[in-house]
């Protein structure tokens, strides 16, 4: 969804692996999305989806030997995933701001709350000493902390869990970035403090006009936050859509599995689903669609060849029961008892009890 002037972050094709010594392991395959400006991003999926580091490759901050193998990031039309470190770090900061799930990694628990919020805004923007004070401030009564005056000589470790992370997303947009990217922000937190930070997170954003990259395995929260969103399984984006289209008609059986996992708060009586099998290691990506192993829906060519992302509805999905062909290949499947088991068994990938479609 850019807007006329160009997308605000363009992610083209982008490839990040580990060289091990059994090989290379490949995390995030070929994806490629954009953000507009102002606009909240959502990027879903379990634990080894390739997420966090997708959002870690545009602040660059992949840990070695961790690389971008290929594919481009430009921010504003500007190459980021070729600057030396040292540039990207002034970028980091001032242009992209960052959101971890543990707010102690982002706060040094050395120094007051003050002390690291004026060296970012002095350091970004280039004002005087109280100056920055009375930004500090401001941006500490903006995200909620009572008594901001007060509070900002005091550590870290004086505040509580939700006011740490209020503090780490005043620290984020002290710079004024244009971007933010907030990896799980409110995982490590209380239910009830994990709504509080959302909308907060929702209403700072839309006041400062600051585009998000929001990264959580929590489709509620992506519910709650985002324009649009992206859903990962090993290492690619296998839908990509508007939330309300994703969510009231997901078109990929993954994504069907996620919302199945959500409680519906005007049915109680509906029963929660689950995904049968977990993400596979990356060391053991099956051949053709990685998810057939757990997908209800399977037939041969899903064992074979690897979708790419075509239209699905009014979304973008990664599965060739949108591709018209193929759909009628799996139709006459259907009549030949035992084809999917024969597919899987040729390329050596069993699949798991799979739920009723
Ligand atoms: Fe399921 Fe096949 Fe679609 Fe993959 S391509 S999600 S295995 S139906």
New binding site residues.
């Given amino acids: 969804m850019a807007d006329a002037a160009g997308p605000l972050l363009a992610v083209e094709n982008l490839r990040v692996e580990f060289p091990t010594r059994r090989g290379t392991l490949v995390a995030v395959h070929d994806i490629s999305f954009e953000i507009a400006p102002g606009e909240v991003l959502g990027v879903v999926g379990e634990s080894g989806a390739g997420k966090s580091l997708t959002g870690a490759a545009i602040i660059g901050l992949i840990d070695p030997p961790g690389r971008i193998a290929a594919g481009r990031i430009l921010l504003a039309g500007r190459r980021l995933d070729s600057l030396p470190y040292e540039t990207m770090r002034r970028i980091r900061g001032r242009e992209i701001g960052a959101i971890f799930q543990d707010p102690l990694t982002s706060l040094n628990p050395l120094y007051t709350i003050g002390r690291q919020l004026i060296e970012t805004i002095r350091t970004h923007l280039h004002t005087s000493e109280s100056q920055a004070r009375a930004a500090a401030i401001a941006l500490l009564e903006e995200v909620g902390i009572p008594a901001a005056a007060r509070r900002i000589d005091h550590y870290p470790h004086q505040f509580s869990g939700g006011m740490r992370q209020r503090v780490v997303i005043a620290l984020a947009l002290a710079a004024k970035p244009k971007l933010i990217v907030a990896d799980e922000p409110t995982t490590a937190l209380d239910v009830s403090i994990q709504a509080q930070i959302i909308q907060l997170l929702k209403r700072l954003c839309r006041d400062h006009d600051t585009a998000v990259m929001l990264v959580t395995h929590d489709m509620g929260v992506i519910a709650e936050t985002a324009d649009r969103v992206a859903v990962m399984y090993a290492g690619r984006i296998?839908e990509i859509g508007l939330v309300a289209d994703v969510i009231n008609r997901p078109q990929?059986?993954?994504t069907v599995g996620l919302m199945g996992s959500i409680p519906k708060i005007r049915d109680e009586r509906a029963r929660l689903t689950q995904i049968d099998g977990s993400m596979p290691r990356l060391t053991a990506i099956p051949v053709?669609?990685?998810?057939?192993p757990r997908?209800?829906?399977?037939?041969g060519?899903?064992?074979r060849q690897r979708?790419e992302l075509m239209d699905a509805g009014a979304s973008r999905a990664?599965?060739?029961?949108h591709d018209p062909a193929a759909r009628r290949e799996?139709m006459s499947e259907q009549t030949q008892p035992g084809g999917l088991d024969r597919a899987r068994s040729e390329t050596g990938t069993p699949g798991v009890a799979g739920r009723a479609p």
């Fill in positions: 296998v990929h059986p993954y053709g669609c990685a998810f057939h997908c209800p829906h399977a037939f060519r899903c064992t979708p990664a599965c060739w029961l799996a």
